[in-house]
């Protein structure tokens, strides 16, 4: 079946600390790979995401992630966490055959606090 | 650009009253979708528009209805709202595909006493 794993509920991480978050997915093939991020009382917005080529990805606010076939992994990294980052975090993955899925599998989230 | 604009931001229903979540897109999107956000269960998709004129299910669809309006609007529908449906509702649209970025509303808070 396909799904999406984040394993990490929460993380509390220390400002200007270095941030990891973790998704794996089970897929036939490989999906397009995206990383979304929801502030309090906000919609979800695009971090970034993986289409095809190089495999380390660059986002918006300093944040990269890096798609390893092998593993079945697209990590979210950030080198130092700002306060304003405290979010809730994203994983999801789509089919490259859009015209017969199109729906998104979405993961449960991480939710990252920042101390200061 | 106002993107994606949904309507109420929250409200508040009594069990069996019924209500329509308002969605509006200024992107020229072709496809739009309705999710839910519910604790520790991720967002899970009720319906889908690929285009203008189509409809399809989602993972979620019981006790909802959707339509979609023209290009621009996609509305939910709760005919009898109950407790269970309490819930964060978002509204979204890509260009095509869903396997495209999707761009968010900012969501509707809905409370079902």
């Known amino acids: 079946a396909q799904s999406v794993t984040q394993p990490d509920i929460h993380i509390t991480v220390s400002e200007g600390a270095s941030l990891e978050l973790r998704c794996n997915y089970s897929y036939g093939a490989t999906p397009y790979l995206f990383w979304y991020v929801q502030s309090p009382g906000q919609g979800l917005q695009l971090l970034l995401k993986?289409?095809?080529?190089d495999t380390l990805v660059q986002g918006i606010k300093g944040f990269e992630a890096e798609f390893k076939r092998s593993q079945s992994s697209f990590n979210l990294r950030k080198p130092s966490v700002h306060w304003s980052d405290a979010a809730e975090y994203f994983c999801?993955?789509?089919?490259?055959?859009?015209?017969?899925?199109?729906?998104?599998?979405w993961g449960l989230g991480t939710s990252l606090a920042v101390n200061p | 650009n106002a993107g994606v604009t949904q309507t109420p931001k929250f409200q508040v229903l009594k069990t069996g009253q019924s209500m329509t979540l308002q969605c509006a897109q200024d992107?020229?999107?072709?496809?739009m979708y309705w999710y839910r956000q519910d604790p520790g269960m991720g967002l899970r998709l009720i319906y889908y528009?690929?285009?203008?004129?189509?409809?399809d299910k989602g993972e979620v669809p019981n006790g909802y209805n959707v339509s979609r309006l023209n290009k621009r609007e996609f509305s939910l529908r709760l005919e009898s709202a109950a407790p269970s449906q309490t819930s964060v509702y978002f509204c979204a649209s890509t260009p095509g595909p869903s396997n495209q970025p999707q761009h968010f509303g900012d969501g509707t808070r809905l409370s079902i006493l």
């Open positions: 993986y289409f095809s080529g």
């Open positions: 528009s690929a285009s203008e004129g189509t409809t």
């Open positions: 999801a993955v789509g089919s490259r055959n859009a015209g017969n899925n199109r729906k998104l599998i």
């Open positions: 992107m020229n999107h072709n496809s």
